[in-house]
């Protein structure tokens, strides 16, 4: 395969193929993998002249060589340029905090552990299953990204999973199971996989981000030599458990649609609430019992109630979310008189600043004069107001339903 730039595809790869043929009698290679341009942030080409060349040295001092390579990987779509901004950058530095972070924890609770002992499905929890099953979806997506040269889905893949299933979801799913000792079965089974996943995604990054996962890899427990020799992880079927996703997604909807409605009332987050869910048959309700210690952790709740035709409470904020119903009580958390004063409040003062934007757009001198990027900055004040205005107005017809109970 011949890794190049489109600009020389006549001028060398060309006559590249045209030389091997006619001295060698055959093609000097089957693949060529044109790379994408790197440009500046506003998409200019990058030139000493107009001054906006990033020196990779420079970025790789202030923002770390992984952070630069995984950047450059995730924008190399096939057909496009890469516009490259220093924000970005920072972005996939947080992106390897989090991997870091990941790895401490992970190498906390692995402290002691036989990293031989296998993964026991038996033991596995609904979290252990779900993970698993998403952790060999992502190796399929990874291998068939890398063997269509689409290394950009490749990043997109193991990052998605890396952070927002691995860590937002995961770890704090399995946190119960890692810190008991009253089932040490449980305990080792969760153990197991999270040395599985942790090892798994070490390798999938390796390729992108060789020098982060080299240093975690040398202090995993059970690995030997540098992870540049480990082998790349391969699809496993048995990890496959598409039920245990159908459960988990129903949970982690259930979670959303809680703390949905805590924004949406404005309680904190650290505020423990009660909550009734409604389901519409039996047998999820039990499903759901099934996995209540994940709801009653992650969404915060002090109370938890679900069942087949249960009544709503009284002044209950309420969502649909996996196919049931969820009610927030909200008596004792809220007082409605001053939340309807400050939502009336709120929403006056979005109107009033909402009618002055309109009048100056109403203005033809103001339009005729003005710069276009003025009166595209008005405008797009204008929907914002409008769309601020109508959510207050919104939350206040809510609030005042829940008073009236």
Known sequence: ??????????????????????????????????HALVRDEQGQKMS?????VIDPLVIIDKYGTDALRFTLTAFAAQGRDVNLSEARISGYRNFCNKIWNAARFALMNLEGFPPATPVDPDRCSLADRWIRHRLEETIAAVDTALSEYRFNEAAHAVYQFTWHEFCDWYLELSKPDLFQEEDPGRRAAAR??????????????????????????????????????????????????????ARMTRVMEIIGGV???????????????????????????????????????????????????????????????????????????????????????????????????????????????????????????????????????????????????
């Open 1 to 34: 395969m011949l890794v190049t730039g489109f600009d020389i595809l006549f001028f060398w790869v060309a006559r590249m193929m045209m030389m091997g043929l006619k001295f060698m009698g055959d093609v000097p290679f089957k693949d060529v993998y044109i």
């Open 48 to 52: 000493k002249s107009r001054g906006n």
């Open 192 to 245: 197991a996989v999270l040395l599985e996943i942790m090892n798994t995604i070490l390798r999938l990054l390796h390729p992108i981000m060789p020098f982060i996962t080299e240093e975690i890899w040398q202090q995993l427990p059970g690995t030997e030599g540098s992870i540049m020799r480990a082998a790349f992880p391969a699809a496993d079927s048995r990890r496959r458990d598409p039920e245990a996703v």
């Open 259 to 405: 703390r949905n409605l805590r924004g949406e009332m404005g309680l904190s987050p650290s505020l423990k609430v009660a909550a009734v869910i409604n389901c519409p048959t039996p047998e999820l309700a039990a499903e759901i019992n099934a996995s209540a210690p994940y709801l009653v952790n992650l969404a915060r709740l002090r109370e938890f109630r679900c069942g087949h035709g249960l009544t709503p409470p009284p002044q209950a904020a309420s969502t649909l979310a996996g196919g049931v119903e969820i009610h927030v009580p909200l008596a004792g958390l809220i007082d409605f008189e001053l939340e309807t004063a400050r939502l009336t409040k709120e929403r006056d003062k979005a109107e009033r600043e909402l009618a002055q934007v309109e009048k100056k757009l109403a203005n033809e001198k103001f339009l005729a004069k003005a710069p276009a990027a003025v009166v595209a900055k008005e405008k797009a004040k204008r929907e914002e107001l409008a769309a601020r205005a109508a959510k207050f107005a919104a939350d206040l017809e809510k609030i005042r339903r829940l008073a009236a109970g």
